[in-house]
């Protein structure tokens, strides 16, 4: 009996994980055009940002891929980041460095996105790459 008891309790606390919703919004339908669109902003979006000069008026949370070089360390992980088009506020957490070693002539790739923080724009860096 208890055997049985348990292998009921077991299938209904698994029976919720094999339920899905299926209704409106989970597949395309006519009435809502190709793509299935329900609402919601269809046009431009941000630009990503790629140059250190564009951070100063980016958006908040604008993806951003910057290629160039560490120059100063400002705080534990505020940096200093130089490009052709001039310098930013990066802040990269230790592990993003994944153990190497970035010196001012290391030519790097960061990716990340802006952020307002300090009083000011930065970017949040998510993945730091070395370039060769």
Known sequence: MRALFLALCLCLCATPVLA??????TA???QYGPQG???GFRGPQSAAVTRASQVATAHED?????????????????YLFRDASGTTI????????RGQTVTPQTR???????????GGREVDVDYLEIVR
């Open 20 to 25: 899905a919703f299926e209704g409106p919004g």
């Open 28 to 30: 395309p339908h006519p």
């Open 37 to 39: 669109y329900q609402g």
């Open 62 to 78: 604008t993806p951003c891929t910057l290629t160039g070089s560490i120059i100063e360390q400002i705080s534990k992980n505020r």
């Open 90 to 97: 990066v802040n990269i957490g230790h592990k993003k460095f």
């Open 108 to 118: 790097i790739r960061l990716v990340g996105e802006v952020d307002f923080d300090h």
